[in-house]
C-alpha cells in the first residue's frame, strides 16, 4: 500500500453496524501511521483521530477523554446525540497544519445520516495541543488541560470547544433535529371541492391544579352537541391520577365545534385549549376514513387505501438550540416537507349532504348510496353512525324483497308477463319450511304478477319457483353485476347469490332470503341497471379503475322495459308509496329482510329505485329497522327531496 507523506495524513472512519470502519483501501480495523520526519504532526493527527473514531461509534466518554476538558466534551457530546440520533456517522480527516506553540490544526469533515431528515455534512476543525501545554478554555482564555475539569495534560490533546461538534456551536448550546408536519393531500368531491383536507382542530384538555369547579367543567365536556360521547366517571379517574400540574386530554374538537362552544368552554377554570393542523373529514366520514394523529398515516377507508399516496413526509430542520430552555437559535440545514398527491372520487356533494342528513337523525344505523346510472358513478355513501367502517360498500345483509327486482327479471326473462294471474295466500310451506308474507295479509283470486310485485308477495314469488331452474337466479345475478369482482377504488363486497341446493333454498332465494347477500352499493346498481338497461360497474376513484367489470350475462331489452313498469307500480299502486307525488317520477322496490334466530325474527328495512328524469339511482338500508315501505321509504322520500333541489 502507498503511504501519504508526513505532511499529507488522511483517514476516513464510520460507524456501521456498531464498529470503526478505516475505509480508503485501508483493511477494516487497521491504522495508517506516519513515522519520521515530523513525529509531531504524526502524533497530533493520531490523537485527533482517535477523538473523531470514538465519537463516530458513540463511545462519548472514550472521545471525551481525548479532549483537555473530559467532562464538558462527555456532556456535550451526549446531549447532541440525544438531540440528532444520529443512523450512522462518518467523518474524514484532512492534513494536518502546524500552528502557533506546537498546536496542530487538523480539519475534518462529518456526514450524518438522521432520521427524518436524510444526510447532513459539514466542515469543521480540531486543535491538537502538545504534552504539557494550556488550551482555550472554551470562554476564549487560556488554561492548564483540565483546568476546571477532570482532564490530564499527558501526551497530546485535543483542545475541548464546543465548536469541535460544529463550527456555529458555542457554549451553552446543543444541536437537534426539528419535524415539521407536512399537509396531506386532500381527498377529493368530483367538483374538486375537499371531503377530507387538512383543517383546525383543537385539542382540549384538563389542568387539575386549575379545576376549581369539577362538575361544571365535565357537565361541559359532556355537552352532546360537542359530539364528543364521553365516558365522564373515567374521565374523573384520569383526572384523579394525574399529577396537579399534569395535562389530562380529553378530546379533539373541529374548528366548528370549538368557535361555537368556544365563550361557554373558555370559561370553565382548568380547562385547556391548544389549535393545530390536522386531516379532518369534511363529508362522507366512513367512506374517506381517518388518520392515525400519531403517525400521520391512514387507518381507514380511502385514508388507508391510498395512504402511499396521500401521505406527504414531514419536513426537517437541524438547528442550534439554547440547552436551558430548548428555544432555537439558528437553523442550520432544513428539509422541505413532502407533498402528496389528491384522491378525486366522484361523490357528488350536494347528494352525499341529502343523503348524510336523510340517515342522520334515525337513531338506528342506516346507509344510503346514490349512483349516476348512465356511468355508474358513485354519487353519494352516507353512514350513519360513522362507525369507520362503510356498511354502506361492505356490508353483508339479506337483501329481502329488494331482490325481487332480480327475480322478476328472471321470471319475465323466461316468458312469464307482468298481467299474468298468480296466487298470493297469506303463508305457503315449502318441504315443511313455512313462509309467509310480511303480517299475513293476502291478495285474491286473480291478483296480477305486477300487482304480487307492488305489494311485495313473497308467497307469490315462492309459488313460481318451479318457473325457474337451480341456476336461473344466478345467472340473472350475473346480469345486474351481482357475484362478480369489482373494481371500484374502495373496498366493496359485490354480491352473492349461489346456486339453489334445494328446493327449499331456490324457495329463499326467490325473495332474498337464504344465502343471498347483498350491500346498498350493491342494491344500489341493481336499480341503476334497471333504468340504464345495462349493467355498468359502480366507479368510486376513477383512476384507480383499470378495467371495470363486465357482467358475462345479458337480458332482453324488453324485460328491462317490463321491470321498470313494475318498479313505478310500487310507488304509485304498491309498498313505496312514501314516494308518490315526489317529482322525477320515481320507481322503487322495497324490502323488509328477515335477519337473526329471534322469534318472530328482526328485519332490515330497504328501499331501493331510481328516478325517470334524473340520472340517480339510490339504495335506503336501515338495519334492524322494520318495515321496507313503512320505515325506508320515508328515508328515501327525505334522501330525494333534499337531492334533487337546485
Known sequence: ?????????????????????????????????????????????????AYVAAWARGAHEEAASH?????????LLDSVHRGLNPKDMLVSLDDAEKGAGGTYTVPFSVRLRLPGFGTWEYETRAVAL?????????????????????????????????????????RHQTLVTTTRRAERAPILAADGSEL?????????????????????????????????????PRLKKRVAAAEPDESVPVVTLRDEVYRQHRERLLAVPGLQFVDSRQPVAHLARSLVGAVSPDTGKGSSALQARYDKRLYAPPGAEVVIADRATGAPVRTLARKKPGTGEPVRTTIDPGVQRAAEEAVGGLGKSASIVAIDPGTGRVLAVADSPDSGESHALTGRFPPGSTFKTVTAAALLDGGLAAGDRVGCPAAAHVAGQRFENQDEFGLPPGTTFAEAFARSCNTAFVGLRDELDERTLTRTARAFGIGGTWQVGAATFDGSVPTAGSDNDKA?????????????????????????????QP??????????????????????????????????????????????????????????TKSPPRTHAWMIGYLEGADLAFSVLVEDGGSGGKDAGPVAADFLRAATVD
Open 67 to 75: 479532549t483537555d476538558r473530559p467532562r464538558a466534551a462527555a456532556d
Open 508 to 536: 329463499a332465494a326467490m325473495i332474498g332470503q337464504g344465502r343471498v347477500e347483498a350491500s346498498p352499493l350493491v342494491m344500489a346498481s341493481v336499480a341503476a341497471t334497471v333504468k340504464d338497461g345495462r349493467f355498468r
Open 1 to 49: 500500500m502507498d503511504l501519504a507523506p508526513p505532511s499529507r495524513i488522511r483517514s476516513q472512519w464510520a460507524l456501521v453496524a456498531g464498529a470503526v470502519v478505516v475505509a480508503a483501501g485501508v483493511l477494516a480495523g487497521s491504522i495508517a501511521y506516519v513515522r519520521g520526519g515530523d513525529d509531531d504532526a504524526a502524533d497530533a493527527q493520531e490523537e485527533v483521530r
Open 130 to 170: 502538545p504534552p504539557g501545554a494550556g488550551g482555550e478554555d472554551g470562554n476564549g482564555g487560556t488554561g492548564k488541560a483540565g483546568d476546571g475539569d477532570d482532564g490530564a495534560d499527558e501526551g497530546w490533546r485535543v483542545r475541548w470547544e464546543p465548536r469541535l461538534v460544529h463550527p456555529a456551536l458555542r
Open 539 to 596: 366507479v368510486l376513484v376513477p383512476d384507480a379503475v383499470d378495467e371495470p367489470y363486465r357482467a358475462p350475462e345479458t337480458l332482453d331489452a324488453r324485460t328491462y322495459d317490463q321491470v321498470r313498469a313494475l318498479m313505478r307500480g310500487v310507488v304509485t299502486d304498491g309498498s313505496g308509496s312514501a314516494l308518490d307525488g315526489l317529482p322525477g317520477r320515481p320507481h322503487a322496490k322495497t324490502g323488509t329482510a328477515e335477519f337473526g
Open 196 to 232: 377530507a383536507g387538512d383543517a383546525t382542530v383543537w385539542a382540549v384538555s384538563i389542568w387539575p391544579a386549575k379545576l376549581s369547579d369539577p362538575d361544571r367543567a365535565y357537565a361541559a365536556l359532556a355537552d352532546p352537541a360537542l359530539g364528543a360521547d364521553l365516558d365522564v
